[in-house]
Each structure stands twice: as structure tokens, then as C-alpha cells.
Nanobody, 124 residues
């Protein structure tokens, strides 16, 4: 059983930056593809970014390309999401998730473990 704990959310002005972290425990971190998802009020959960087990391959949603960067440190069992040039429409609860797979997926249904989420609020 893998436990995931997100941190780093908060309130930021438009154009600002935040760095989310997700610490994993209870499993072999390097065996899991990791993803970041978000869910805004009244909207469905959507994929933001995902990263392969080694960190060599990444996938981004079109709406964050060039602004967000996903990375991981397998020695620290942690995945990160660097968010720059934030917009009010980025306001959401951000979740990290783990999938025991070799393929970097963006379908939330494929992920096995989820964190509790961290709120990101971007003011205009």
C-alpha cells in the first residue's frame, strides 16, 4: 500500500509560482509512474502531468505546457510539480497519484493510489 502526501499549495497572485511536492511511502517508489491531477469546483478531475518511473519521459496537458514542470527524485521518494506563470483558471485541488506501470498514462482510472490533495488558489 502506497501512501501519498502532497504539500506546497497555497494562495498566489496571477503570474506567480508555486512548487508542489508529493512524498510517497509504503512502496518501491521507483516502480511507479507518477501523475499530477487537478479538480476545480464543479469540474471533473483532469490530468496535469505525468512522469515515467525513471523520470526520462514526461507528459503534459496542453493547458500547462511551457508553464509547469514535473520531476521526481527517486532517492527521496518525492515527485514535484513546479508551476510558473499561474493563472486564475489554474485554481483547483491538486492531487498526486501513483500507477504501477511502465507506460506514462494520463487516465485517472489507471492510477492505483492517490493523495489527499492540496489547494492551489490563484487570484487575479
Amino acid at each position: 500500500q502506497v501512501q501519498l502526501v502532497e504539500s506546497g499549495g497555497g494562495l498566489v497572485q496571477a503570474g506567480g509560482s508555486l512548487r508542489l511536492s508529493c512524498a510517497a511511502s509504503g512502496g518501491t517508489f521507483s516502480m511507479y509512474v507518477m501523475g499530477w491531477f487537478r479538480q476545480a469546483p464543479g469540474k471533473e478531475r483532469e490530468s496535469v502531468a505525468a512522469i515515467s518511473r525513471t523520470g526520462m519521459n514526461t507528459v503534459y496537458a496542453d493547458f500547462v505546457k511551457g508553464r509547469f514542470t514535473i520531476s521526481r527524485d527517486n532517492a527521496k521518494n518525492t515527485v514535484y510539480l513546479q508551476m510558473n506563470s499561474l493563472k486564475p483558471e489554474d485554481t483547483a485541488v491538486y492531487y498526486c497519484a501513483a500507477e504501477r506501470s511502465v507506460r506514462v498514462g494520463v487516465d485517472a482510472g489507471e492510477y492505483d493510489y492517490w493523495g489527499q490533495g492540496t489547494q492551489v488558489t490563484v487570484s487575479s
